[in-house]
């Protein structure tokens, strides 16, 4: 009797536990690919400086591993609205890595500005993503690089609807000390090592165009971070005295009046959603137009001593010198993740 | 006057009311009785102990024991009393009691273990714990609760119990994330010892910083809490810790194929001064990995501390230590990229709390000063590409006024919390930050008793936030008590200024970055609960509570295309609401219960956010609609056999439309040459698909054995996962691969005590 009391609750729980096992214990697959109708993604613009245009296509796959050498069942044809002159494009393909193949279409012509132009990519079963733009005015541009002055006026000149890509690249290199304590102490070589600064964010649209001024000594500090990021200079003080700037150059595009990303930001966590920054029917992606500025030039040693740059090398003479960079000098740990940050935003 | 100039007025008006009436002559006449109850046995505090003072002529005078074993009896004519201390599990403490007018009494009471059966119903109100016991919101753990519930190791830990509670959701057997009513883990204040410990829950998640062994109750607030916690809106989980055994020494080892631990605690000086230390250190690498035939690839360890110091009869003073560390991956070890990104966090915690009953009044004060640092880093192997640092300093004075019908709690508290952040990411701007902020207030919260049963606790906290000046939180607590009838409801406002980001749309992304909220008003909730609870029959008893949360100024994750952690936010509102159905059966030979727990939240973007896809309102990834827990218990000739049952019903995930590749078009961009990247296309209105539901058995079976030498062994073996149910973890919607949980575990555990 007392063995039946005790085992009750335990012969319940059995029983439980049987029903439990019997109802269960089965696994339930997931299926998270819903699929789309959306053919292709258009990626590249008109360009007037080039006497070949280029459009890289994307198939819009239901897998992320693309099958290799597969190519694309893909044409692409162009028509300039303004003329009426049409052409297919050629197909070539570009091996990236496993993961991206490219699959680039090129026609040599050159875009012509004012002419409106619309692109098809179409599939064999005739399902096609198409996108039409509109090349702005021919524009000019003036930068007063004057000696003795770190800021740097620029001008625009034209009817352009967006600038975009602006940037000044400074191609900067650090200067290694001579000598490095206690003696026997490796000394890293010199990094030729660029970096970009984006000014999207201080250009004003004015009446004939656009103007924006270059701050040498502003950038300074980003350059800077920068190489103390990538472990080319030990010392982060105020004047590093370890960098020296050897060229610079300037960039934008004269874009489209379609070039407007929402918000008025290139920022990638945005617009790298689908739809949200593109101008293509029937598909993704952003096919514009526009026309290159670029301008290199190297600055007066003066000028880039002003802004904090210097290329005197330190650590020299006979006696251990206690600045860190003597005694800890420079050991590049170049980051593939900040080389790829190539947007460097001062705020 | 200002808005909190207005209320603080308001509110001190009341509390200076309340010293007046205390110090008024009638009052003086009569005397106050009050002291700390503790066990006989190891001289720890007991909470809930029914002390009553019974005079000849029948008058009654009576009060419980708080979480400190404190009680008081304000207004006690003069006279002679029969001092009685009762308490479940515990002989009747007697006592006789002669009392003056004007007397302030210290009665310490030591209560010696009884044997009073479960079915002495007349002491069951004196439980103040259970699984149905569930008064606004509040429900109290102890550690014998914890240790129903099978665990892998014979010594039980909070979250396994927090893991049967309705309307709390863990996202699976590891992460260590709780949400709590639709909360996000961050928004759950989670204090020890009243040290805050920011990222308490282990990575593999049947451990928290909270075994058993330091455990002497816990209070869960699912939502509805006082005006004394401020600075979360959600829910707060407030574990107060044993003390130490102030008459022996005594100590443990215990060991299983995914921990070791140990613990010793003992006096220092007999009656006075006891410390008590905890340890646990993982073997997962070691044992488990092997033992599962599953990669377990976690480290966790903590080591708790304490020192607990009777000063004088109406004063004591804790030191507590808690220091925590995890470390991880959980990404598949079969990723498509190889990604090897790591996951590693340290939780230290100091703190200091002293508490006295002063002689001549009828207060009980607390000053708790206490240092807590997270620190938090991920990213590949050994070079973190990320780090995350909160650490505050905290120092609060909390007081307790007792009148005949009422008890005023008020207090003050101040607050430095300071972050720092380094963020990066593949296509994230380079972002350092550092921020440094104060947080001071003041609290009231008096409840006050009606008559008919009804008991009412309006409070109001008044306080100010570095970024955000003064604020006011007017909450009130109530409670209805006919009977085996109870009735409960809550309500309130809540604020937050310290956030924690974190990126929600990837389960196995649990980096948690605390920053300030960037708005000044901060996260903000409002709380509504009513519950009803009864107990029809001696030993059953049956609750039901029904909530309401209403969230503004979220702050989520931007939803981008890459399931990368982001900095840019997007501010959203949001709602939980839903109702906990319980059912508790305790018996001799049978303890178990079952309940239900229906939830449902939903987010929706602010409009004012500068959000680039609008979802309109979608159920963000923790919203768990539906869950069942059940666990029963039961001994037999000297063995201990744990049964538990779990089911959730399935989380939302978003589908993929497709995949394709993503070039940044910003400038005069070289197609040719810029390799791209994949890309997946989301569907548009993110989380509307179900992920399968989820359901799990686990049992053990344990016996304590006594040894010579007053040793105890007890052994445990059991099964999770019994009927091996392949759940899932996380789904990797770029490649379709699927992380599951736990399979079937034979599970071994051994504990020695001595």
């Known amino acids: ?347 | 006057m200002s808005l909190p100039s207005r209320g603080l007025a308001v509110w001190l008006g009341a509390l200076t009311w309340i010293v007046v009436l205390n110090a008024s002559p009638a009052w003086a006449q009569s005397a106050i009785v009050r002291g700390f109850v503790t066990t006989e046995a190891e001289g720890e505090a007991l909470q809930g102990v029914n002390v009553t003072l019974e005079d000849p002529t029948g008058g009654r005078y009576g009060a419980a024991a708080d979480g400190n074993g404190f009680y008081l009896i304000p207004g006690v004519p003069p006279g002679r009393y029969l001092l009685r201390a009762s308490f479940i599990g515990f002989a009747t403490h007697l006592d006789t009691l002669d009392v003056a007018a004007g007397d302030r009494l210290l009665i310490n009471i030591a209560m010696e273990a009884g044997s009073i059966a479960l079915e002495e119903i007349a002491v069951e109100a004196d439980r103040e714990s259970g699984a149905a016991r569930v008064t606004a919101g509040l429900q109290s753990v102890r550690a014998a609760d914890i240790e129903l519930v099978p665990a892998p190791d014979v010594s039980g830990d909070l979250v396994s119990y927090l893991s049967t509670m309705p309307g709390v959701v863990l996202m699976g057997d590891r992460g260590g994330q709780i949400f709590i009513r639709g909360g996000e883990p961050t928004q759950n204040l989670t204090l020890l010892d009243g040290m805050d410990v920011y990222q308490p829950f282990h990575i593999l998640g049947f451990y928290s910083a909270f075994p058993t062994e330091i455990v002497q109750r816990a209070d869960i607030y699912a939502g509805g809490f006082g005006t004394r916690f401020t600075g979360r809106v959600s829910s707060v989980i407030d574990v107060q810790t044993r003390n130490g055994n102030k008459r022996a020494l005594s100590a443990s080892v215990s060991v299983s194929p995914f921990t070791s631990s140990g613990r010793l605690e003992g006096p220092l000086l007999k009656d006075r001064i006891s410390v008590l230390g905890v340890a646990r250190y993982s073997l997962l690498d070691q044992f488990a990995s092997e033992y599962v035939k599953a990669p377990l690839p976690y480290t966790f360890n903590d080591v708790f501390g304490k020192m607990h110091v009777v000063l004088a009869r109406n004063q004591q003073l804790s030191v507590s230590a808690l220091h925590t560390y995890d470390s991880g991956t959980l990404i598949s070890e079969e990723d498509f990229f190889e990604r090897n990104d790591q996951i590693a966090w340290r939780n230290t915690a100091v703190g200091l709390r002293y508490l006295v009953a002063p002689q001549s009044l009828s207060v009980l004060g607390e000053l708790i000063v206490s240092y807590s640092q997270l620190k938090s880093e991920f990213g590949p192997g050994a070079v973190p590409s990320r780090t995350a640092d909160l650490e505050t300093v905290n120092i609060a004075l909390n007081m307790t006024n007792y009148t005949r019908h009422s008890e005023v709690n008020w207090g003050f508290f101040f607050r430095t919390p300071t972050s720092s952040s380094e963020l990066d990411g593949f296509y994230q701007n380079l972002q350092t930050r550092g921020e440094a902020s104060s947080n001071a207030g003041f609290y009231l919260e008096p409840e006050v008793y009606l008559g008919q049963g009804l008991f009412v606790r309006p409070g109001l906290s008044l306080q100010a936030y570095g970024i955000a000046g003064g604020v006011i939180e007017p909450r009130v607590r109530l409670r209805w008590e006919r009977g085996v009838h109870h009735w409960s409801a809550a309500a309130g406002v809540y604020r937050q200024y310290l956030i924690g980001l974190s990126d929600r749309r990837d389960a196995t992304s649990i980096f948690t970055a605390w920053v300030e909220t960037p708005f000044d008003q901060g996260t903000r909730a409002v709380h509504a609960l009513l519950g009803y609870r009864v107990e029809p029959l001696p030993g059953l008893e049956i609750s039901l509570e029904g909530f309401y949360k209403k969230m503004d100024r979220l702050f989520i994750s931007a939803w981008t295309t890459f399931p990368s952690f982001s900095t840019r936010l997007q501010q959203a509102n949001g709602r939980a609401a839903g109702f906990d159905l319980r059912l508790e059966a305790r018996r001799p030979w049978f303890y178990g219960f079952i309940n239900y727990g229906y939830s449902s939240t939903l987010y929706e973007i602010d409009p004012a956010s500068p959000a680039q896809v609008d979802p309109g309102k979608f159920r963000p990834p923790h919203d768990r609609r539906h869950q069942i827990n059940l666990l029963a218990s039961t001994t037999f000739y000297g063995f201990g056999l744990n049964v538990r049952w779990q089911f959730g019903s399935g989380l939302p995930y978003t589908r993929v439309e497709g995949f394709d590749g993503f070039i940044l078009m910003d400038g005069a961009v070289d197609v040719r040459s810029v390799r791209g990247l994949p890309r997946v296309i989301y569907e548009r209105i993110p989380y509307r698909a179900v992920l399968p539901s989820y359901h799990r058995l686990d049992v053990t079976l344990d016996r304590t054995f006594s040894a010579p030498a007053g040793v105890d062994v007890t052994a445990q073996v059991g099964v999770l996962n019994a009927y091996d149910r392949t759940n899932l973890f996380a789904l990797d919607l770029l490649t379709a691969q699927r992380t599951d949980q736990l399979p079937f575990v034979p599970l071994v555990g051994l504990k020695v005590e001595f």
């Open chain 1, 1 to 347: 009797m007392r063995w039946g009391k005790q085992a009750r609750p335990v012969l319940g729980l059995v029983v439980l536990l049987g029903v439990l096992a019997a109802a269960s214990g089965c696994e339930e697959s997931v299926d998270p690919i819903i699929g789309t109708e959306l053919p292709f993604t258009l990626w590249g613009f008109m360009n007037t400086g080039a006497d070949t245009q280029f459009v890289r296509v994307f198939p819009i796959r239901d897998q992320l591993i693309p099958e290799q050498g597969g190519g694309i069942d893909a044409r692409v044809f162009s028509t300039d609205l303004t003329t009426g002159d049409q052409r297919e494009w050629t197909y070539e393909a570009v091996q990236f890595d496993s993961l991206i193949e490219g699959h680039l279409f090129w026609a040599p012509f050159r875009a012509e500005h004012e002419h409106r132009y619309r692109l098809e990519v179409v599939r064999s079963d005739d399902a096609t993503s198409r996108v039409t733009v509109t090349v702005p005015a021919v524009v000019d541009f003036q930068i007063e690089v004057t000696q003795g002055s770190t800021i740097i006026p620029v001008r625009i000149i034209g009817d352009v609807p967006h600038l975009v890509g602006l940037r000044v690249t400074y191609h900067a290199v650090n200067i290694p000390p001579q000598l490095a304590w206690p003696p026997g102490t490796s000394i890293a070589g010199a990094v030729q090592y660029p970096v970009t600064i984006l000014y999207e964010n201080v250009v004003e649209k004015v009446d004939d165009g656009w103007v924006t001024e270059i701050d040498m000594v502003r950038d300074f500090i980003a350059v800077r971070e920068v190489y103390r990021l990538n472990c080319l200079i030990t010392d982060d003080r105020g004047s590093a005295p370890d960098v020296w700037l050897r060229q610079m150059e300037f960039s934008a595009l004269a874009a489209d009046s379609s070039w407007a990303p929402p918000g008025g930001s290139f920022e990638p966590n945005i617009i790298s959603v689908p739809g949200t920054f593109s101008n293509v029917e029937n598909g993704y992606g952003f096919f514009g137009a526009g026309q290159g500025i670029r301008y290199e030039w190297s600055p007066d040693q003066t000028v880039s001593l002003l802004a904090g740059y210097n290329f005197e090398p330190r650590c020299q003479g006979l006696f251990p010198r206690p600045e860190p960079e003597c005694m800890e000098p420079p050991v590049p740990c170049i980051n593939e993740s900040i080389r790829d940050l190539w947007r460097i935003w001062l705020r």
